[in-house]
């Protein structure tokens, strides 16, 4: 599975952007896109995924009400999009894929390029 991530960006603070990953390649019959991000120096941490198959999302606590992942089957596109933006969600965002899924990095086999975004105060 290829992916590739796209939309970042700079912001301010409250506005909005959506980043696309497409997915190409090897499929599966079920398999969960996630979003995570990392500032340099710390983790990578989860954003937020999708269970491709049932459309169920899961979120972390930090962007719970303001980010909402979704997917485009024909397209075989996820998206995030990110509103009332915080300088704090400033990051390098990856999206990935694999058939397990979870909320840890170790879960994913599959990881896109990552796209930056910057958010201004």
């Known amino acids: 599975v290829q992916l590739q991530a796209s939309g970042g960006g700079l912001v301010q603070a409250g506005g909005s952007l959506r980043l696309s990953c497409a997915a190409s390649?090897?499929?599966?019959?079920?398999?969960?896109m996630a979003w995570f991000r990392q500032v340099q120096g710390k983790e990578r941490e989860f954003v937020a995924a999708?269970?491709?198959?049932?459309?169920?999302?899961y979120y972390t606590d930090s962007v719970k009400g303001r980010f909402t992942i979704s997917r485009d089957n024909a397209k075989n596109t996820v998206y995030l999009q990110m509103n009332s933006l915080k300088p704090e969600d400033t990051a390098v965002y990856y999206c990935?894929?694999?058939?397990?899924?979870?909320?840890?990095?170790?879960?994913?086999?599959?990881w896109g390029q990552g796209t930056l975004v910057t958010v201004s105060s």
């Open positions: 990935a894929a694999d058939p397990r899924g979870g909320v840890t990095k170790g879960e994913y086999y599959y």
């Open positions: 999708v269970a491709w198959s049932t459309g169920n999302t």
């Open positions: 390649g090897r499929t599966f019959s079920s398999i969960v």
